[in-house]
């Protein structure tokens, strides 16, 4: 791969010449956590019963590519989130989930050019949903976690509703369906993450954007962005 070139300030570009055409792209596919988002929920909600130490730990290692099993880190991380309640995951959306700087500028962008918006995550439907209704995203993947009667509207289980989603195989074939739905070949997407699991999608697509990311996800990426917002994407378009 090319070596990578300074566009602007915290912005690297690499295998093309801006300015690129918006329109003519038809998907833009986001990872949430670190990446729409400036944290990880599932640390926030171990927070909340104390197991945020013992979660944070897997987290990283699942992130960093050094627990083979994606599918069994979730599960056991999950397990440890047992007994926080929906006022807790209430509270997170609410006092600490900050969408990341320039996230409405980029989404409203690409719908006014006629982009579709993916958004996915191997987090939680309960906070997929409420910002995908927040900024109008067209489709979302996520888990939906396992909730029993108790106090404050109902407590987690420690299980999932289904079998564990949203490794890095899980987001390829997410984006490579929905082209298919939206009838347009992957060239003609725009992938952005910046963690491990978020490779395989963003090498699917015709642009790889990688956010804030690990040197890994960097190095594969054809648009780096390491200082300011996701809406310095927009820079490299004409």
Known sequence: MTV??????GLAIRGFTPPLRLSDFRLL???????LVDLDVVDEIADAVGMKAEVAALSDAALRGEIADARESLRRRVALLKGATVADLEAIYVQRLQLAPGAEKLVQACKAAGLKVLLVSGGFSFFTERIRDRL???FTRSNVLEVRSGPNCG???GRMVGPPWGDGAEKR??????CQQL???PSQAIAMGGDADDLPMMGEAGLPVAYRAKPQVREQAMVAIDQGGVDRLLEVFA
């Open 183 to 185: 009838g347009i070949p």
């Open 29 to 35: 596919a986001l990872a949430m956590d670190s990446t």
């Open 136 to 138: 109008g995203i067209d």
């Open 4 to 9: 990578p070139q300074e566009f602007a300030p």
């Open 155 to 157: 407590e987690l289980t």
């Open 173 to 178: 074939t997410m984006l490579l369906e929905t």
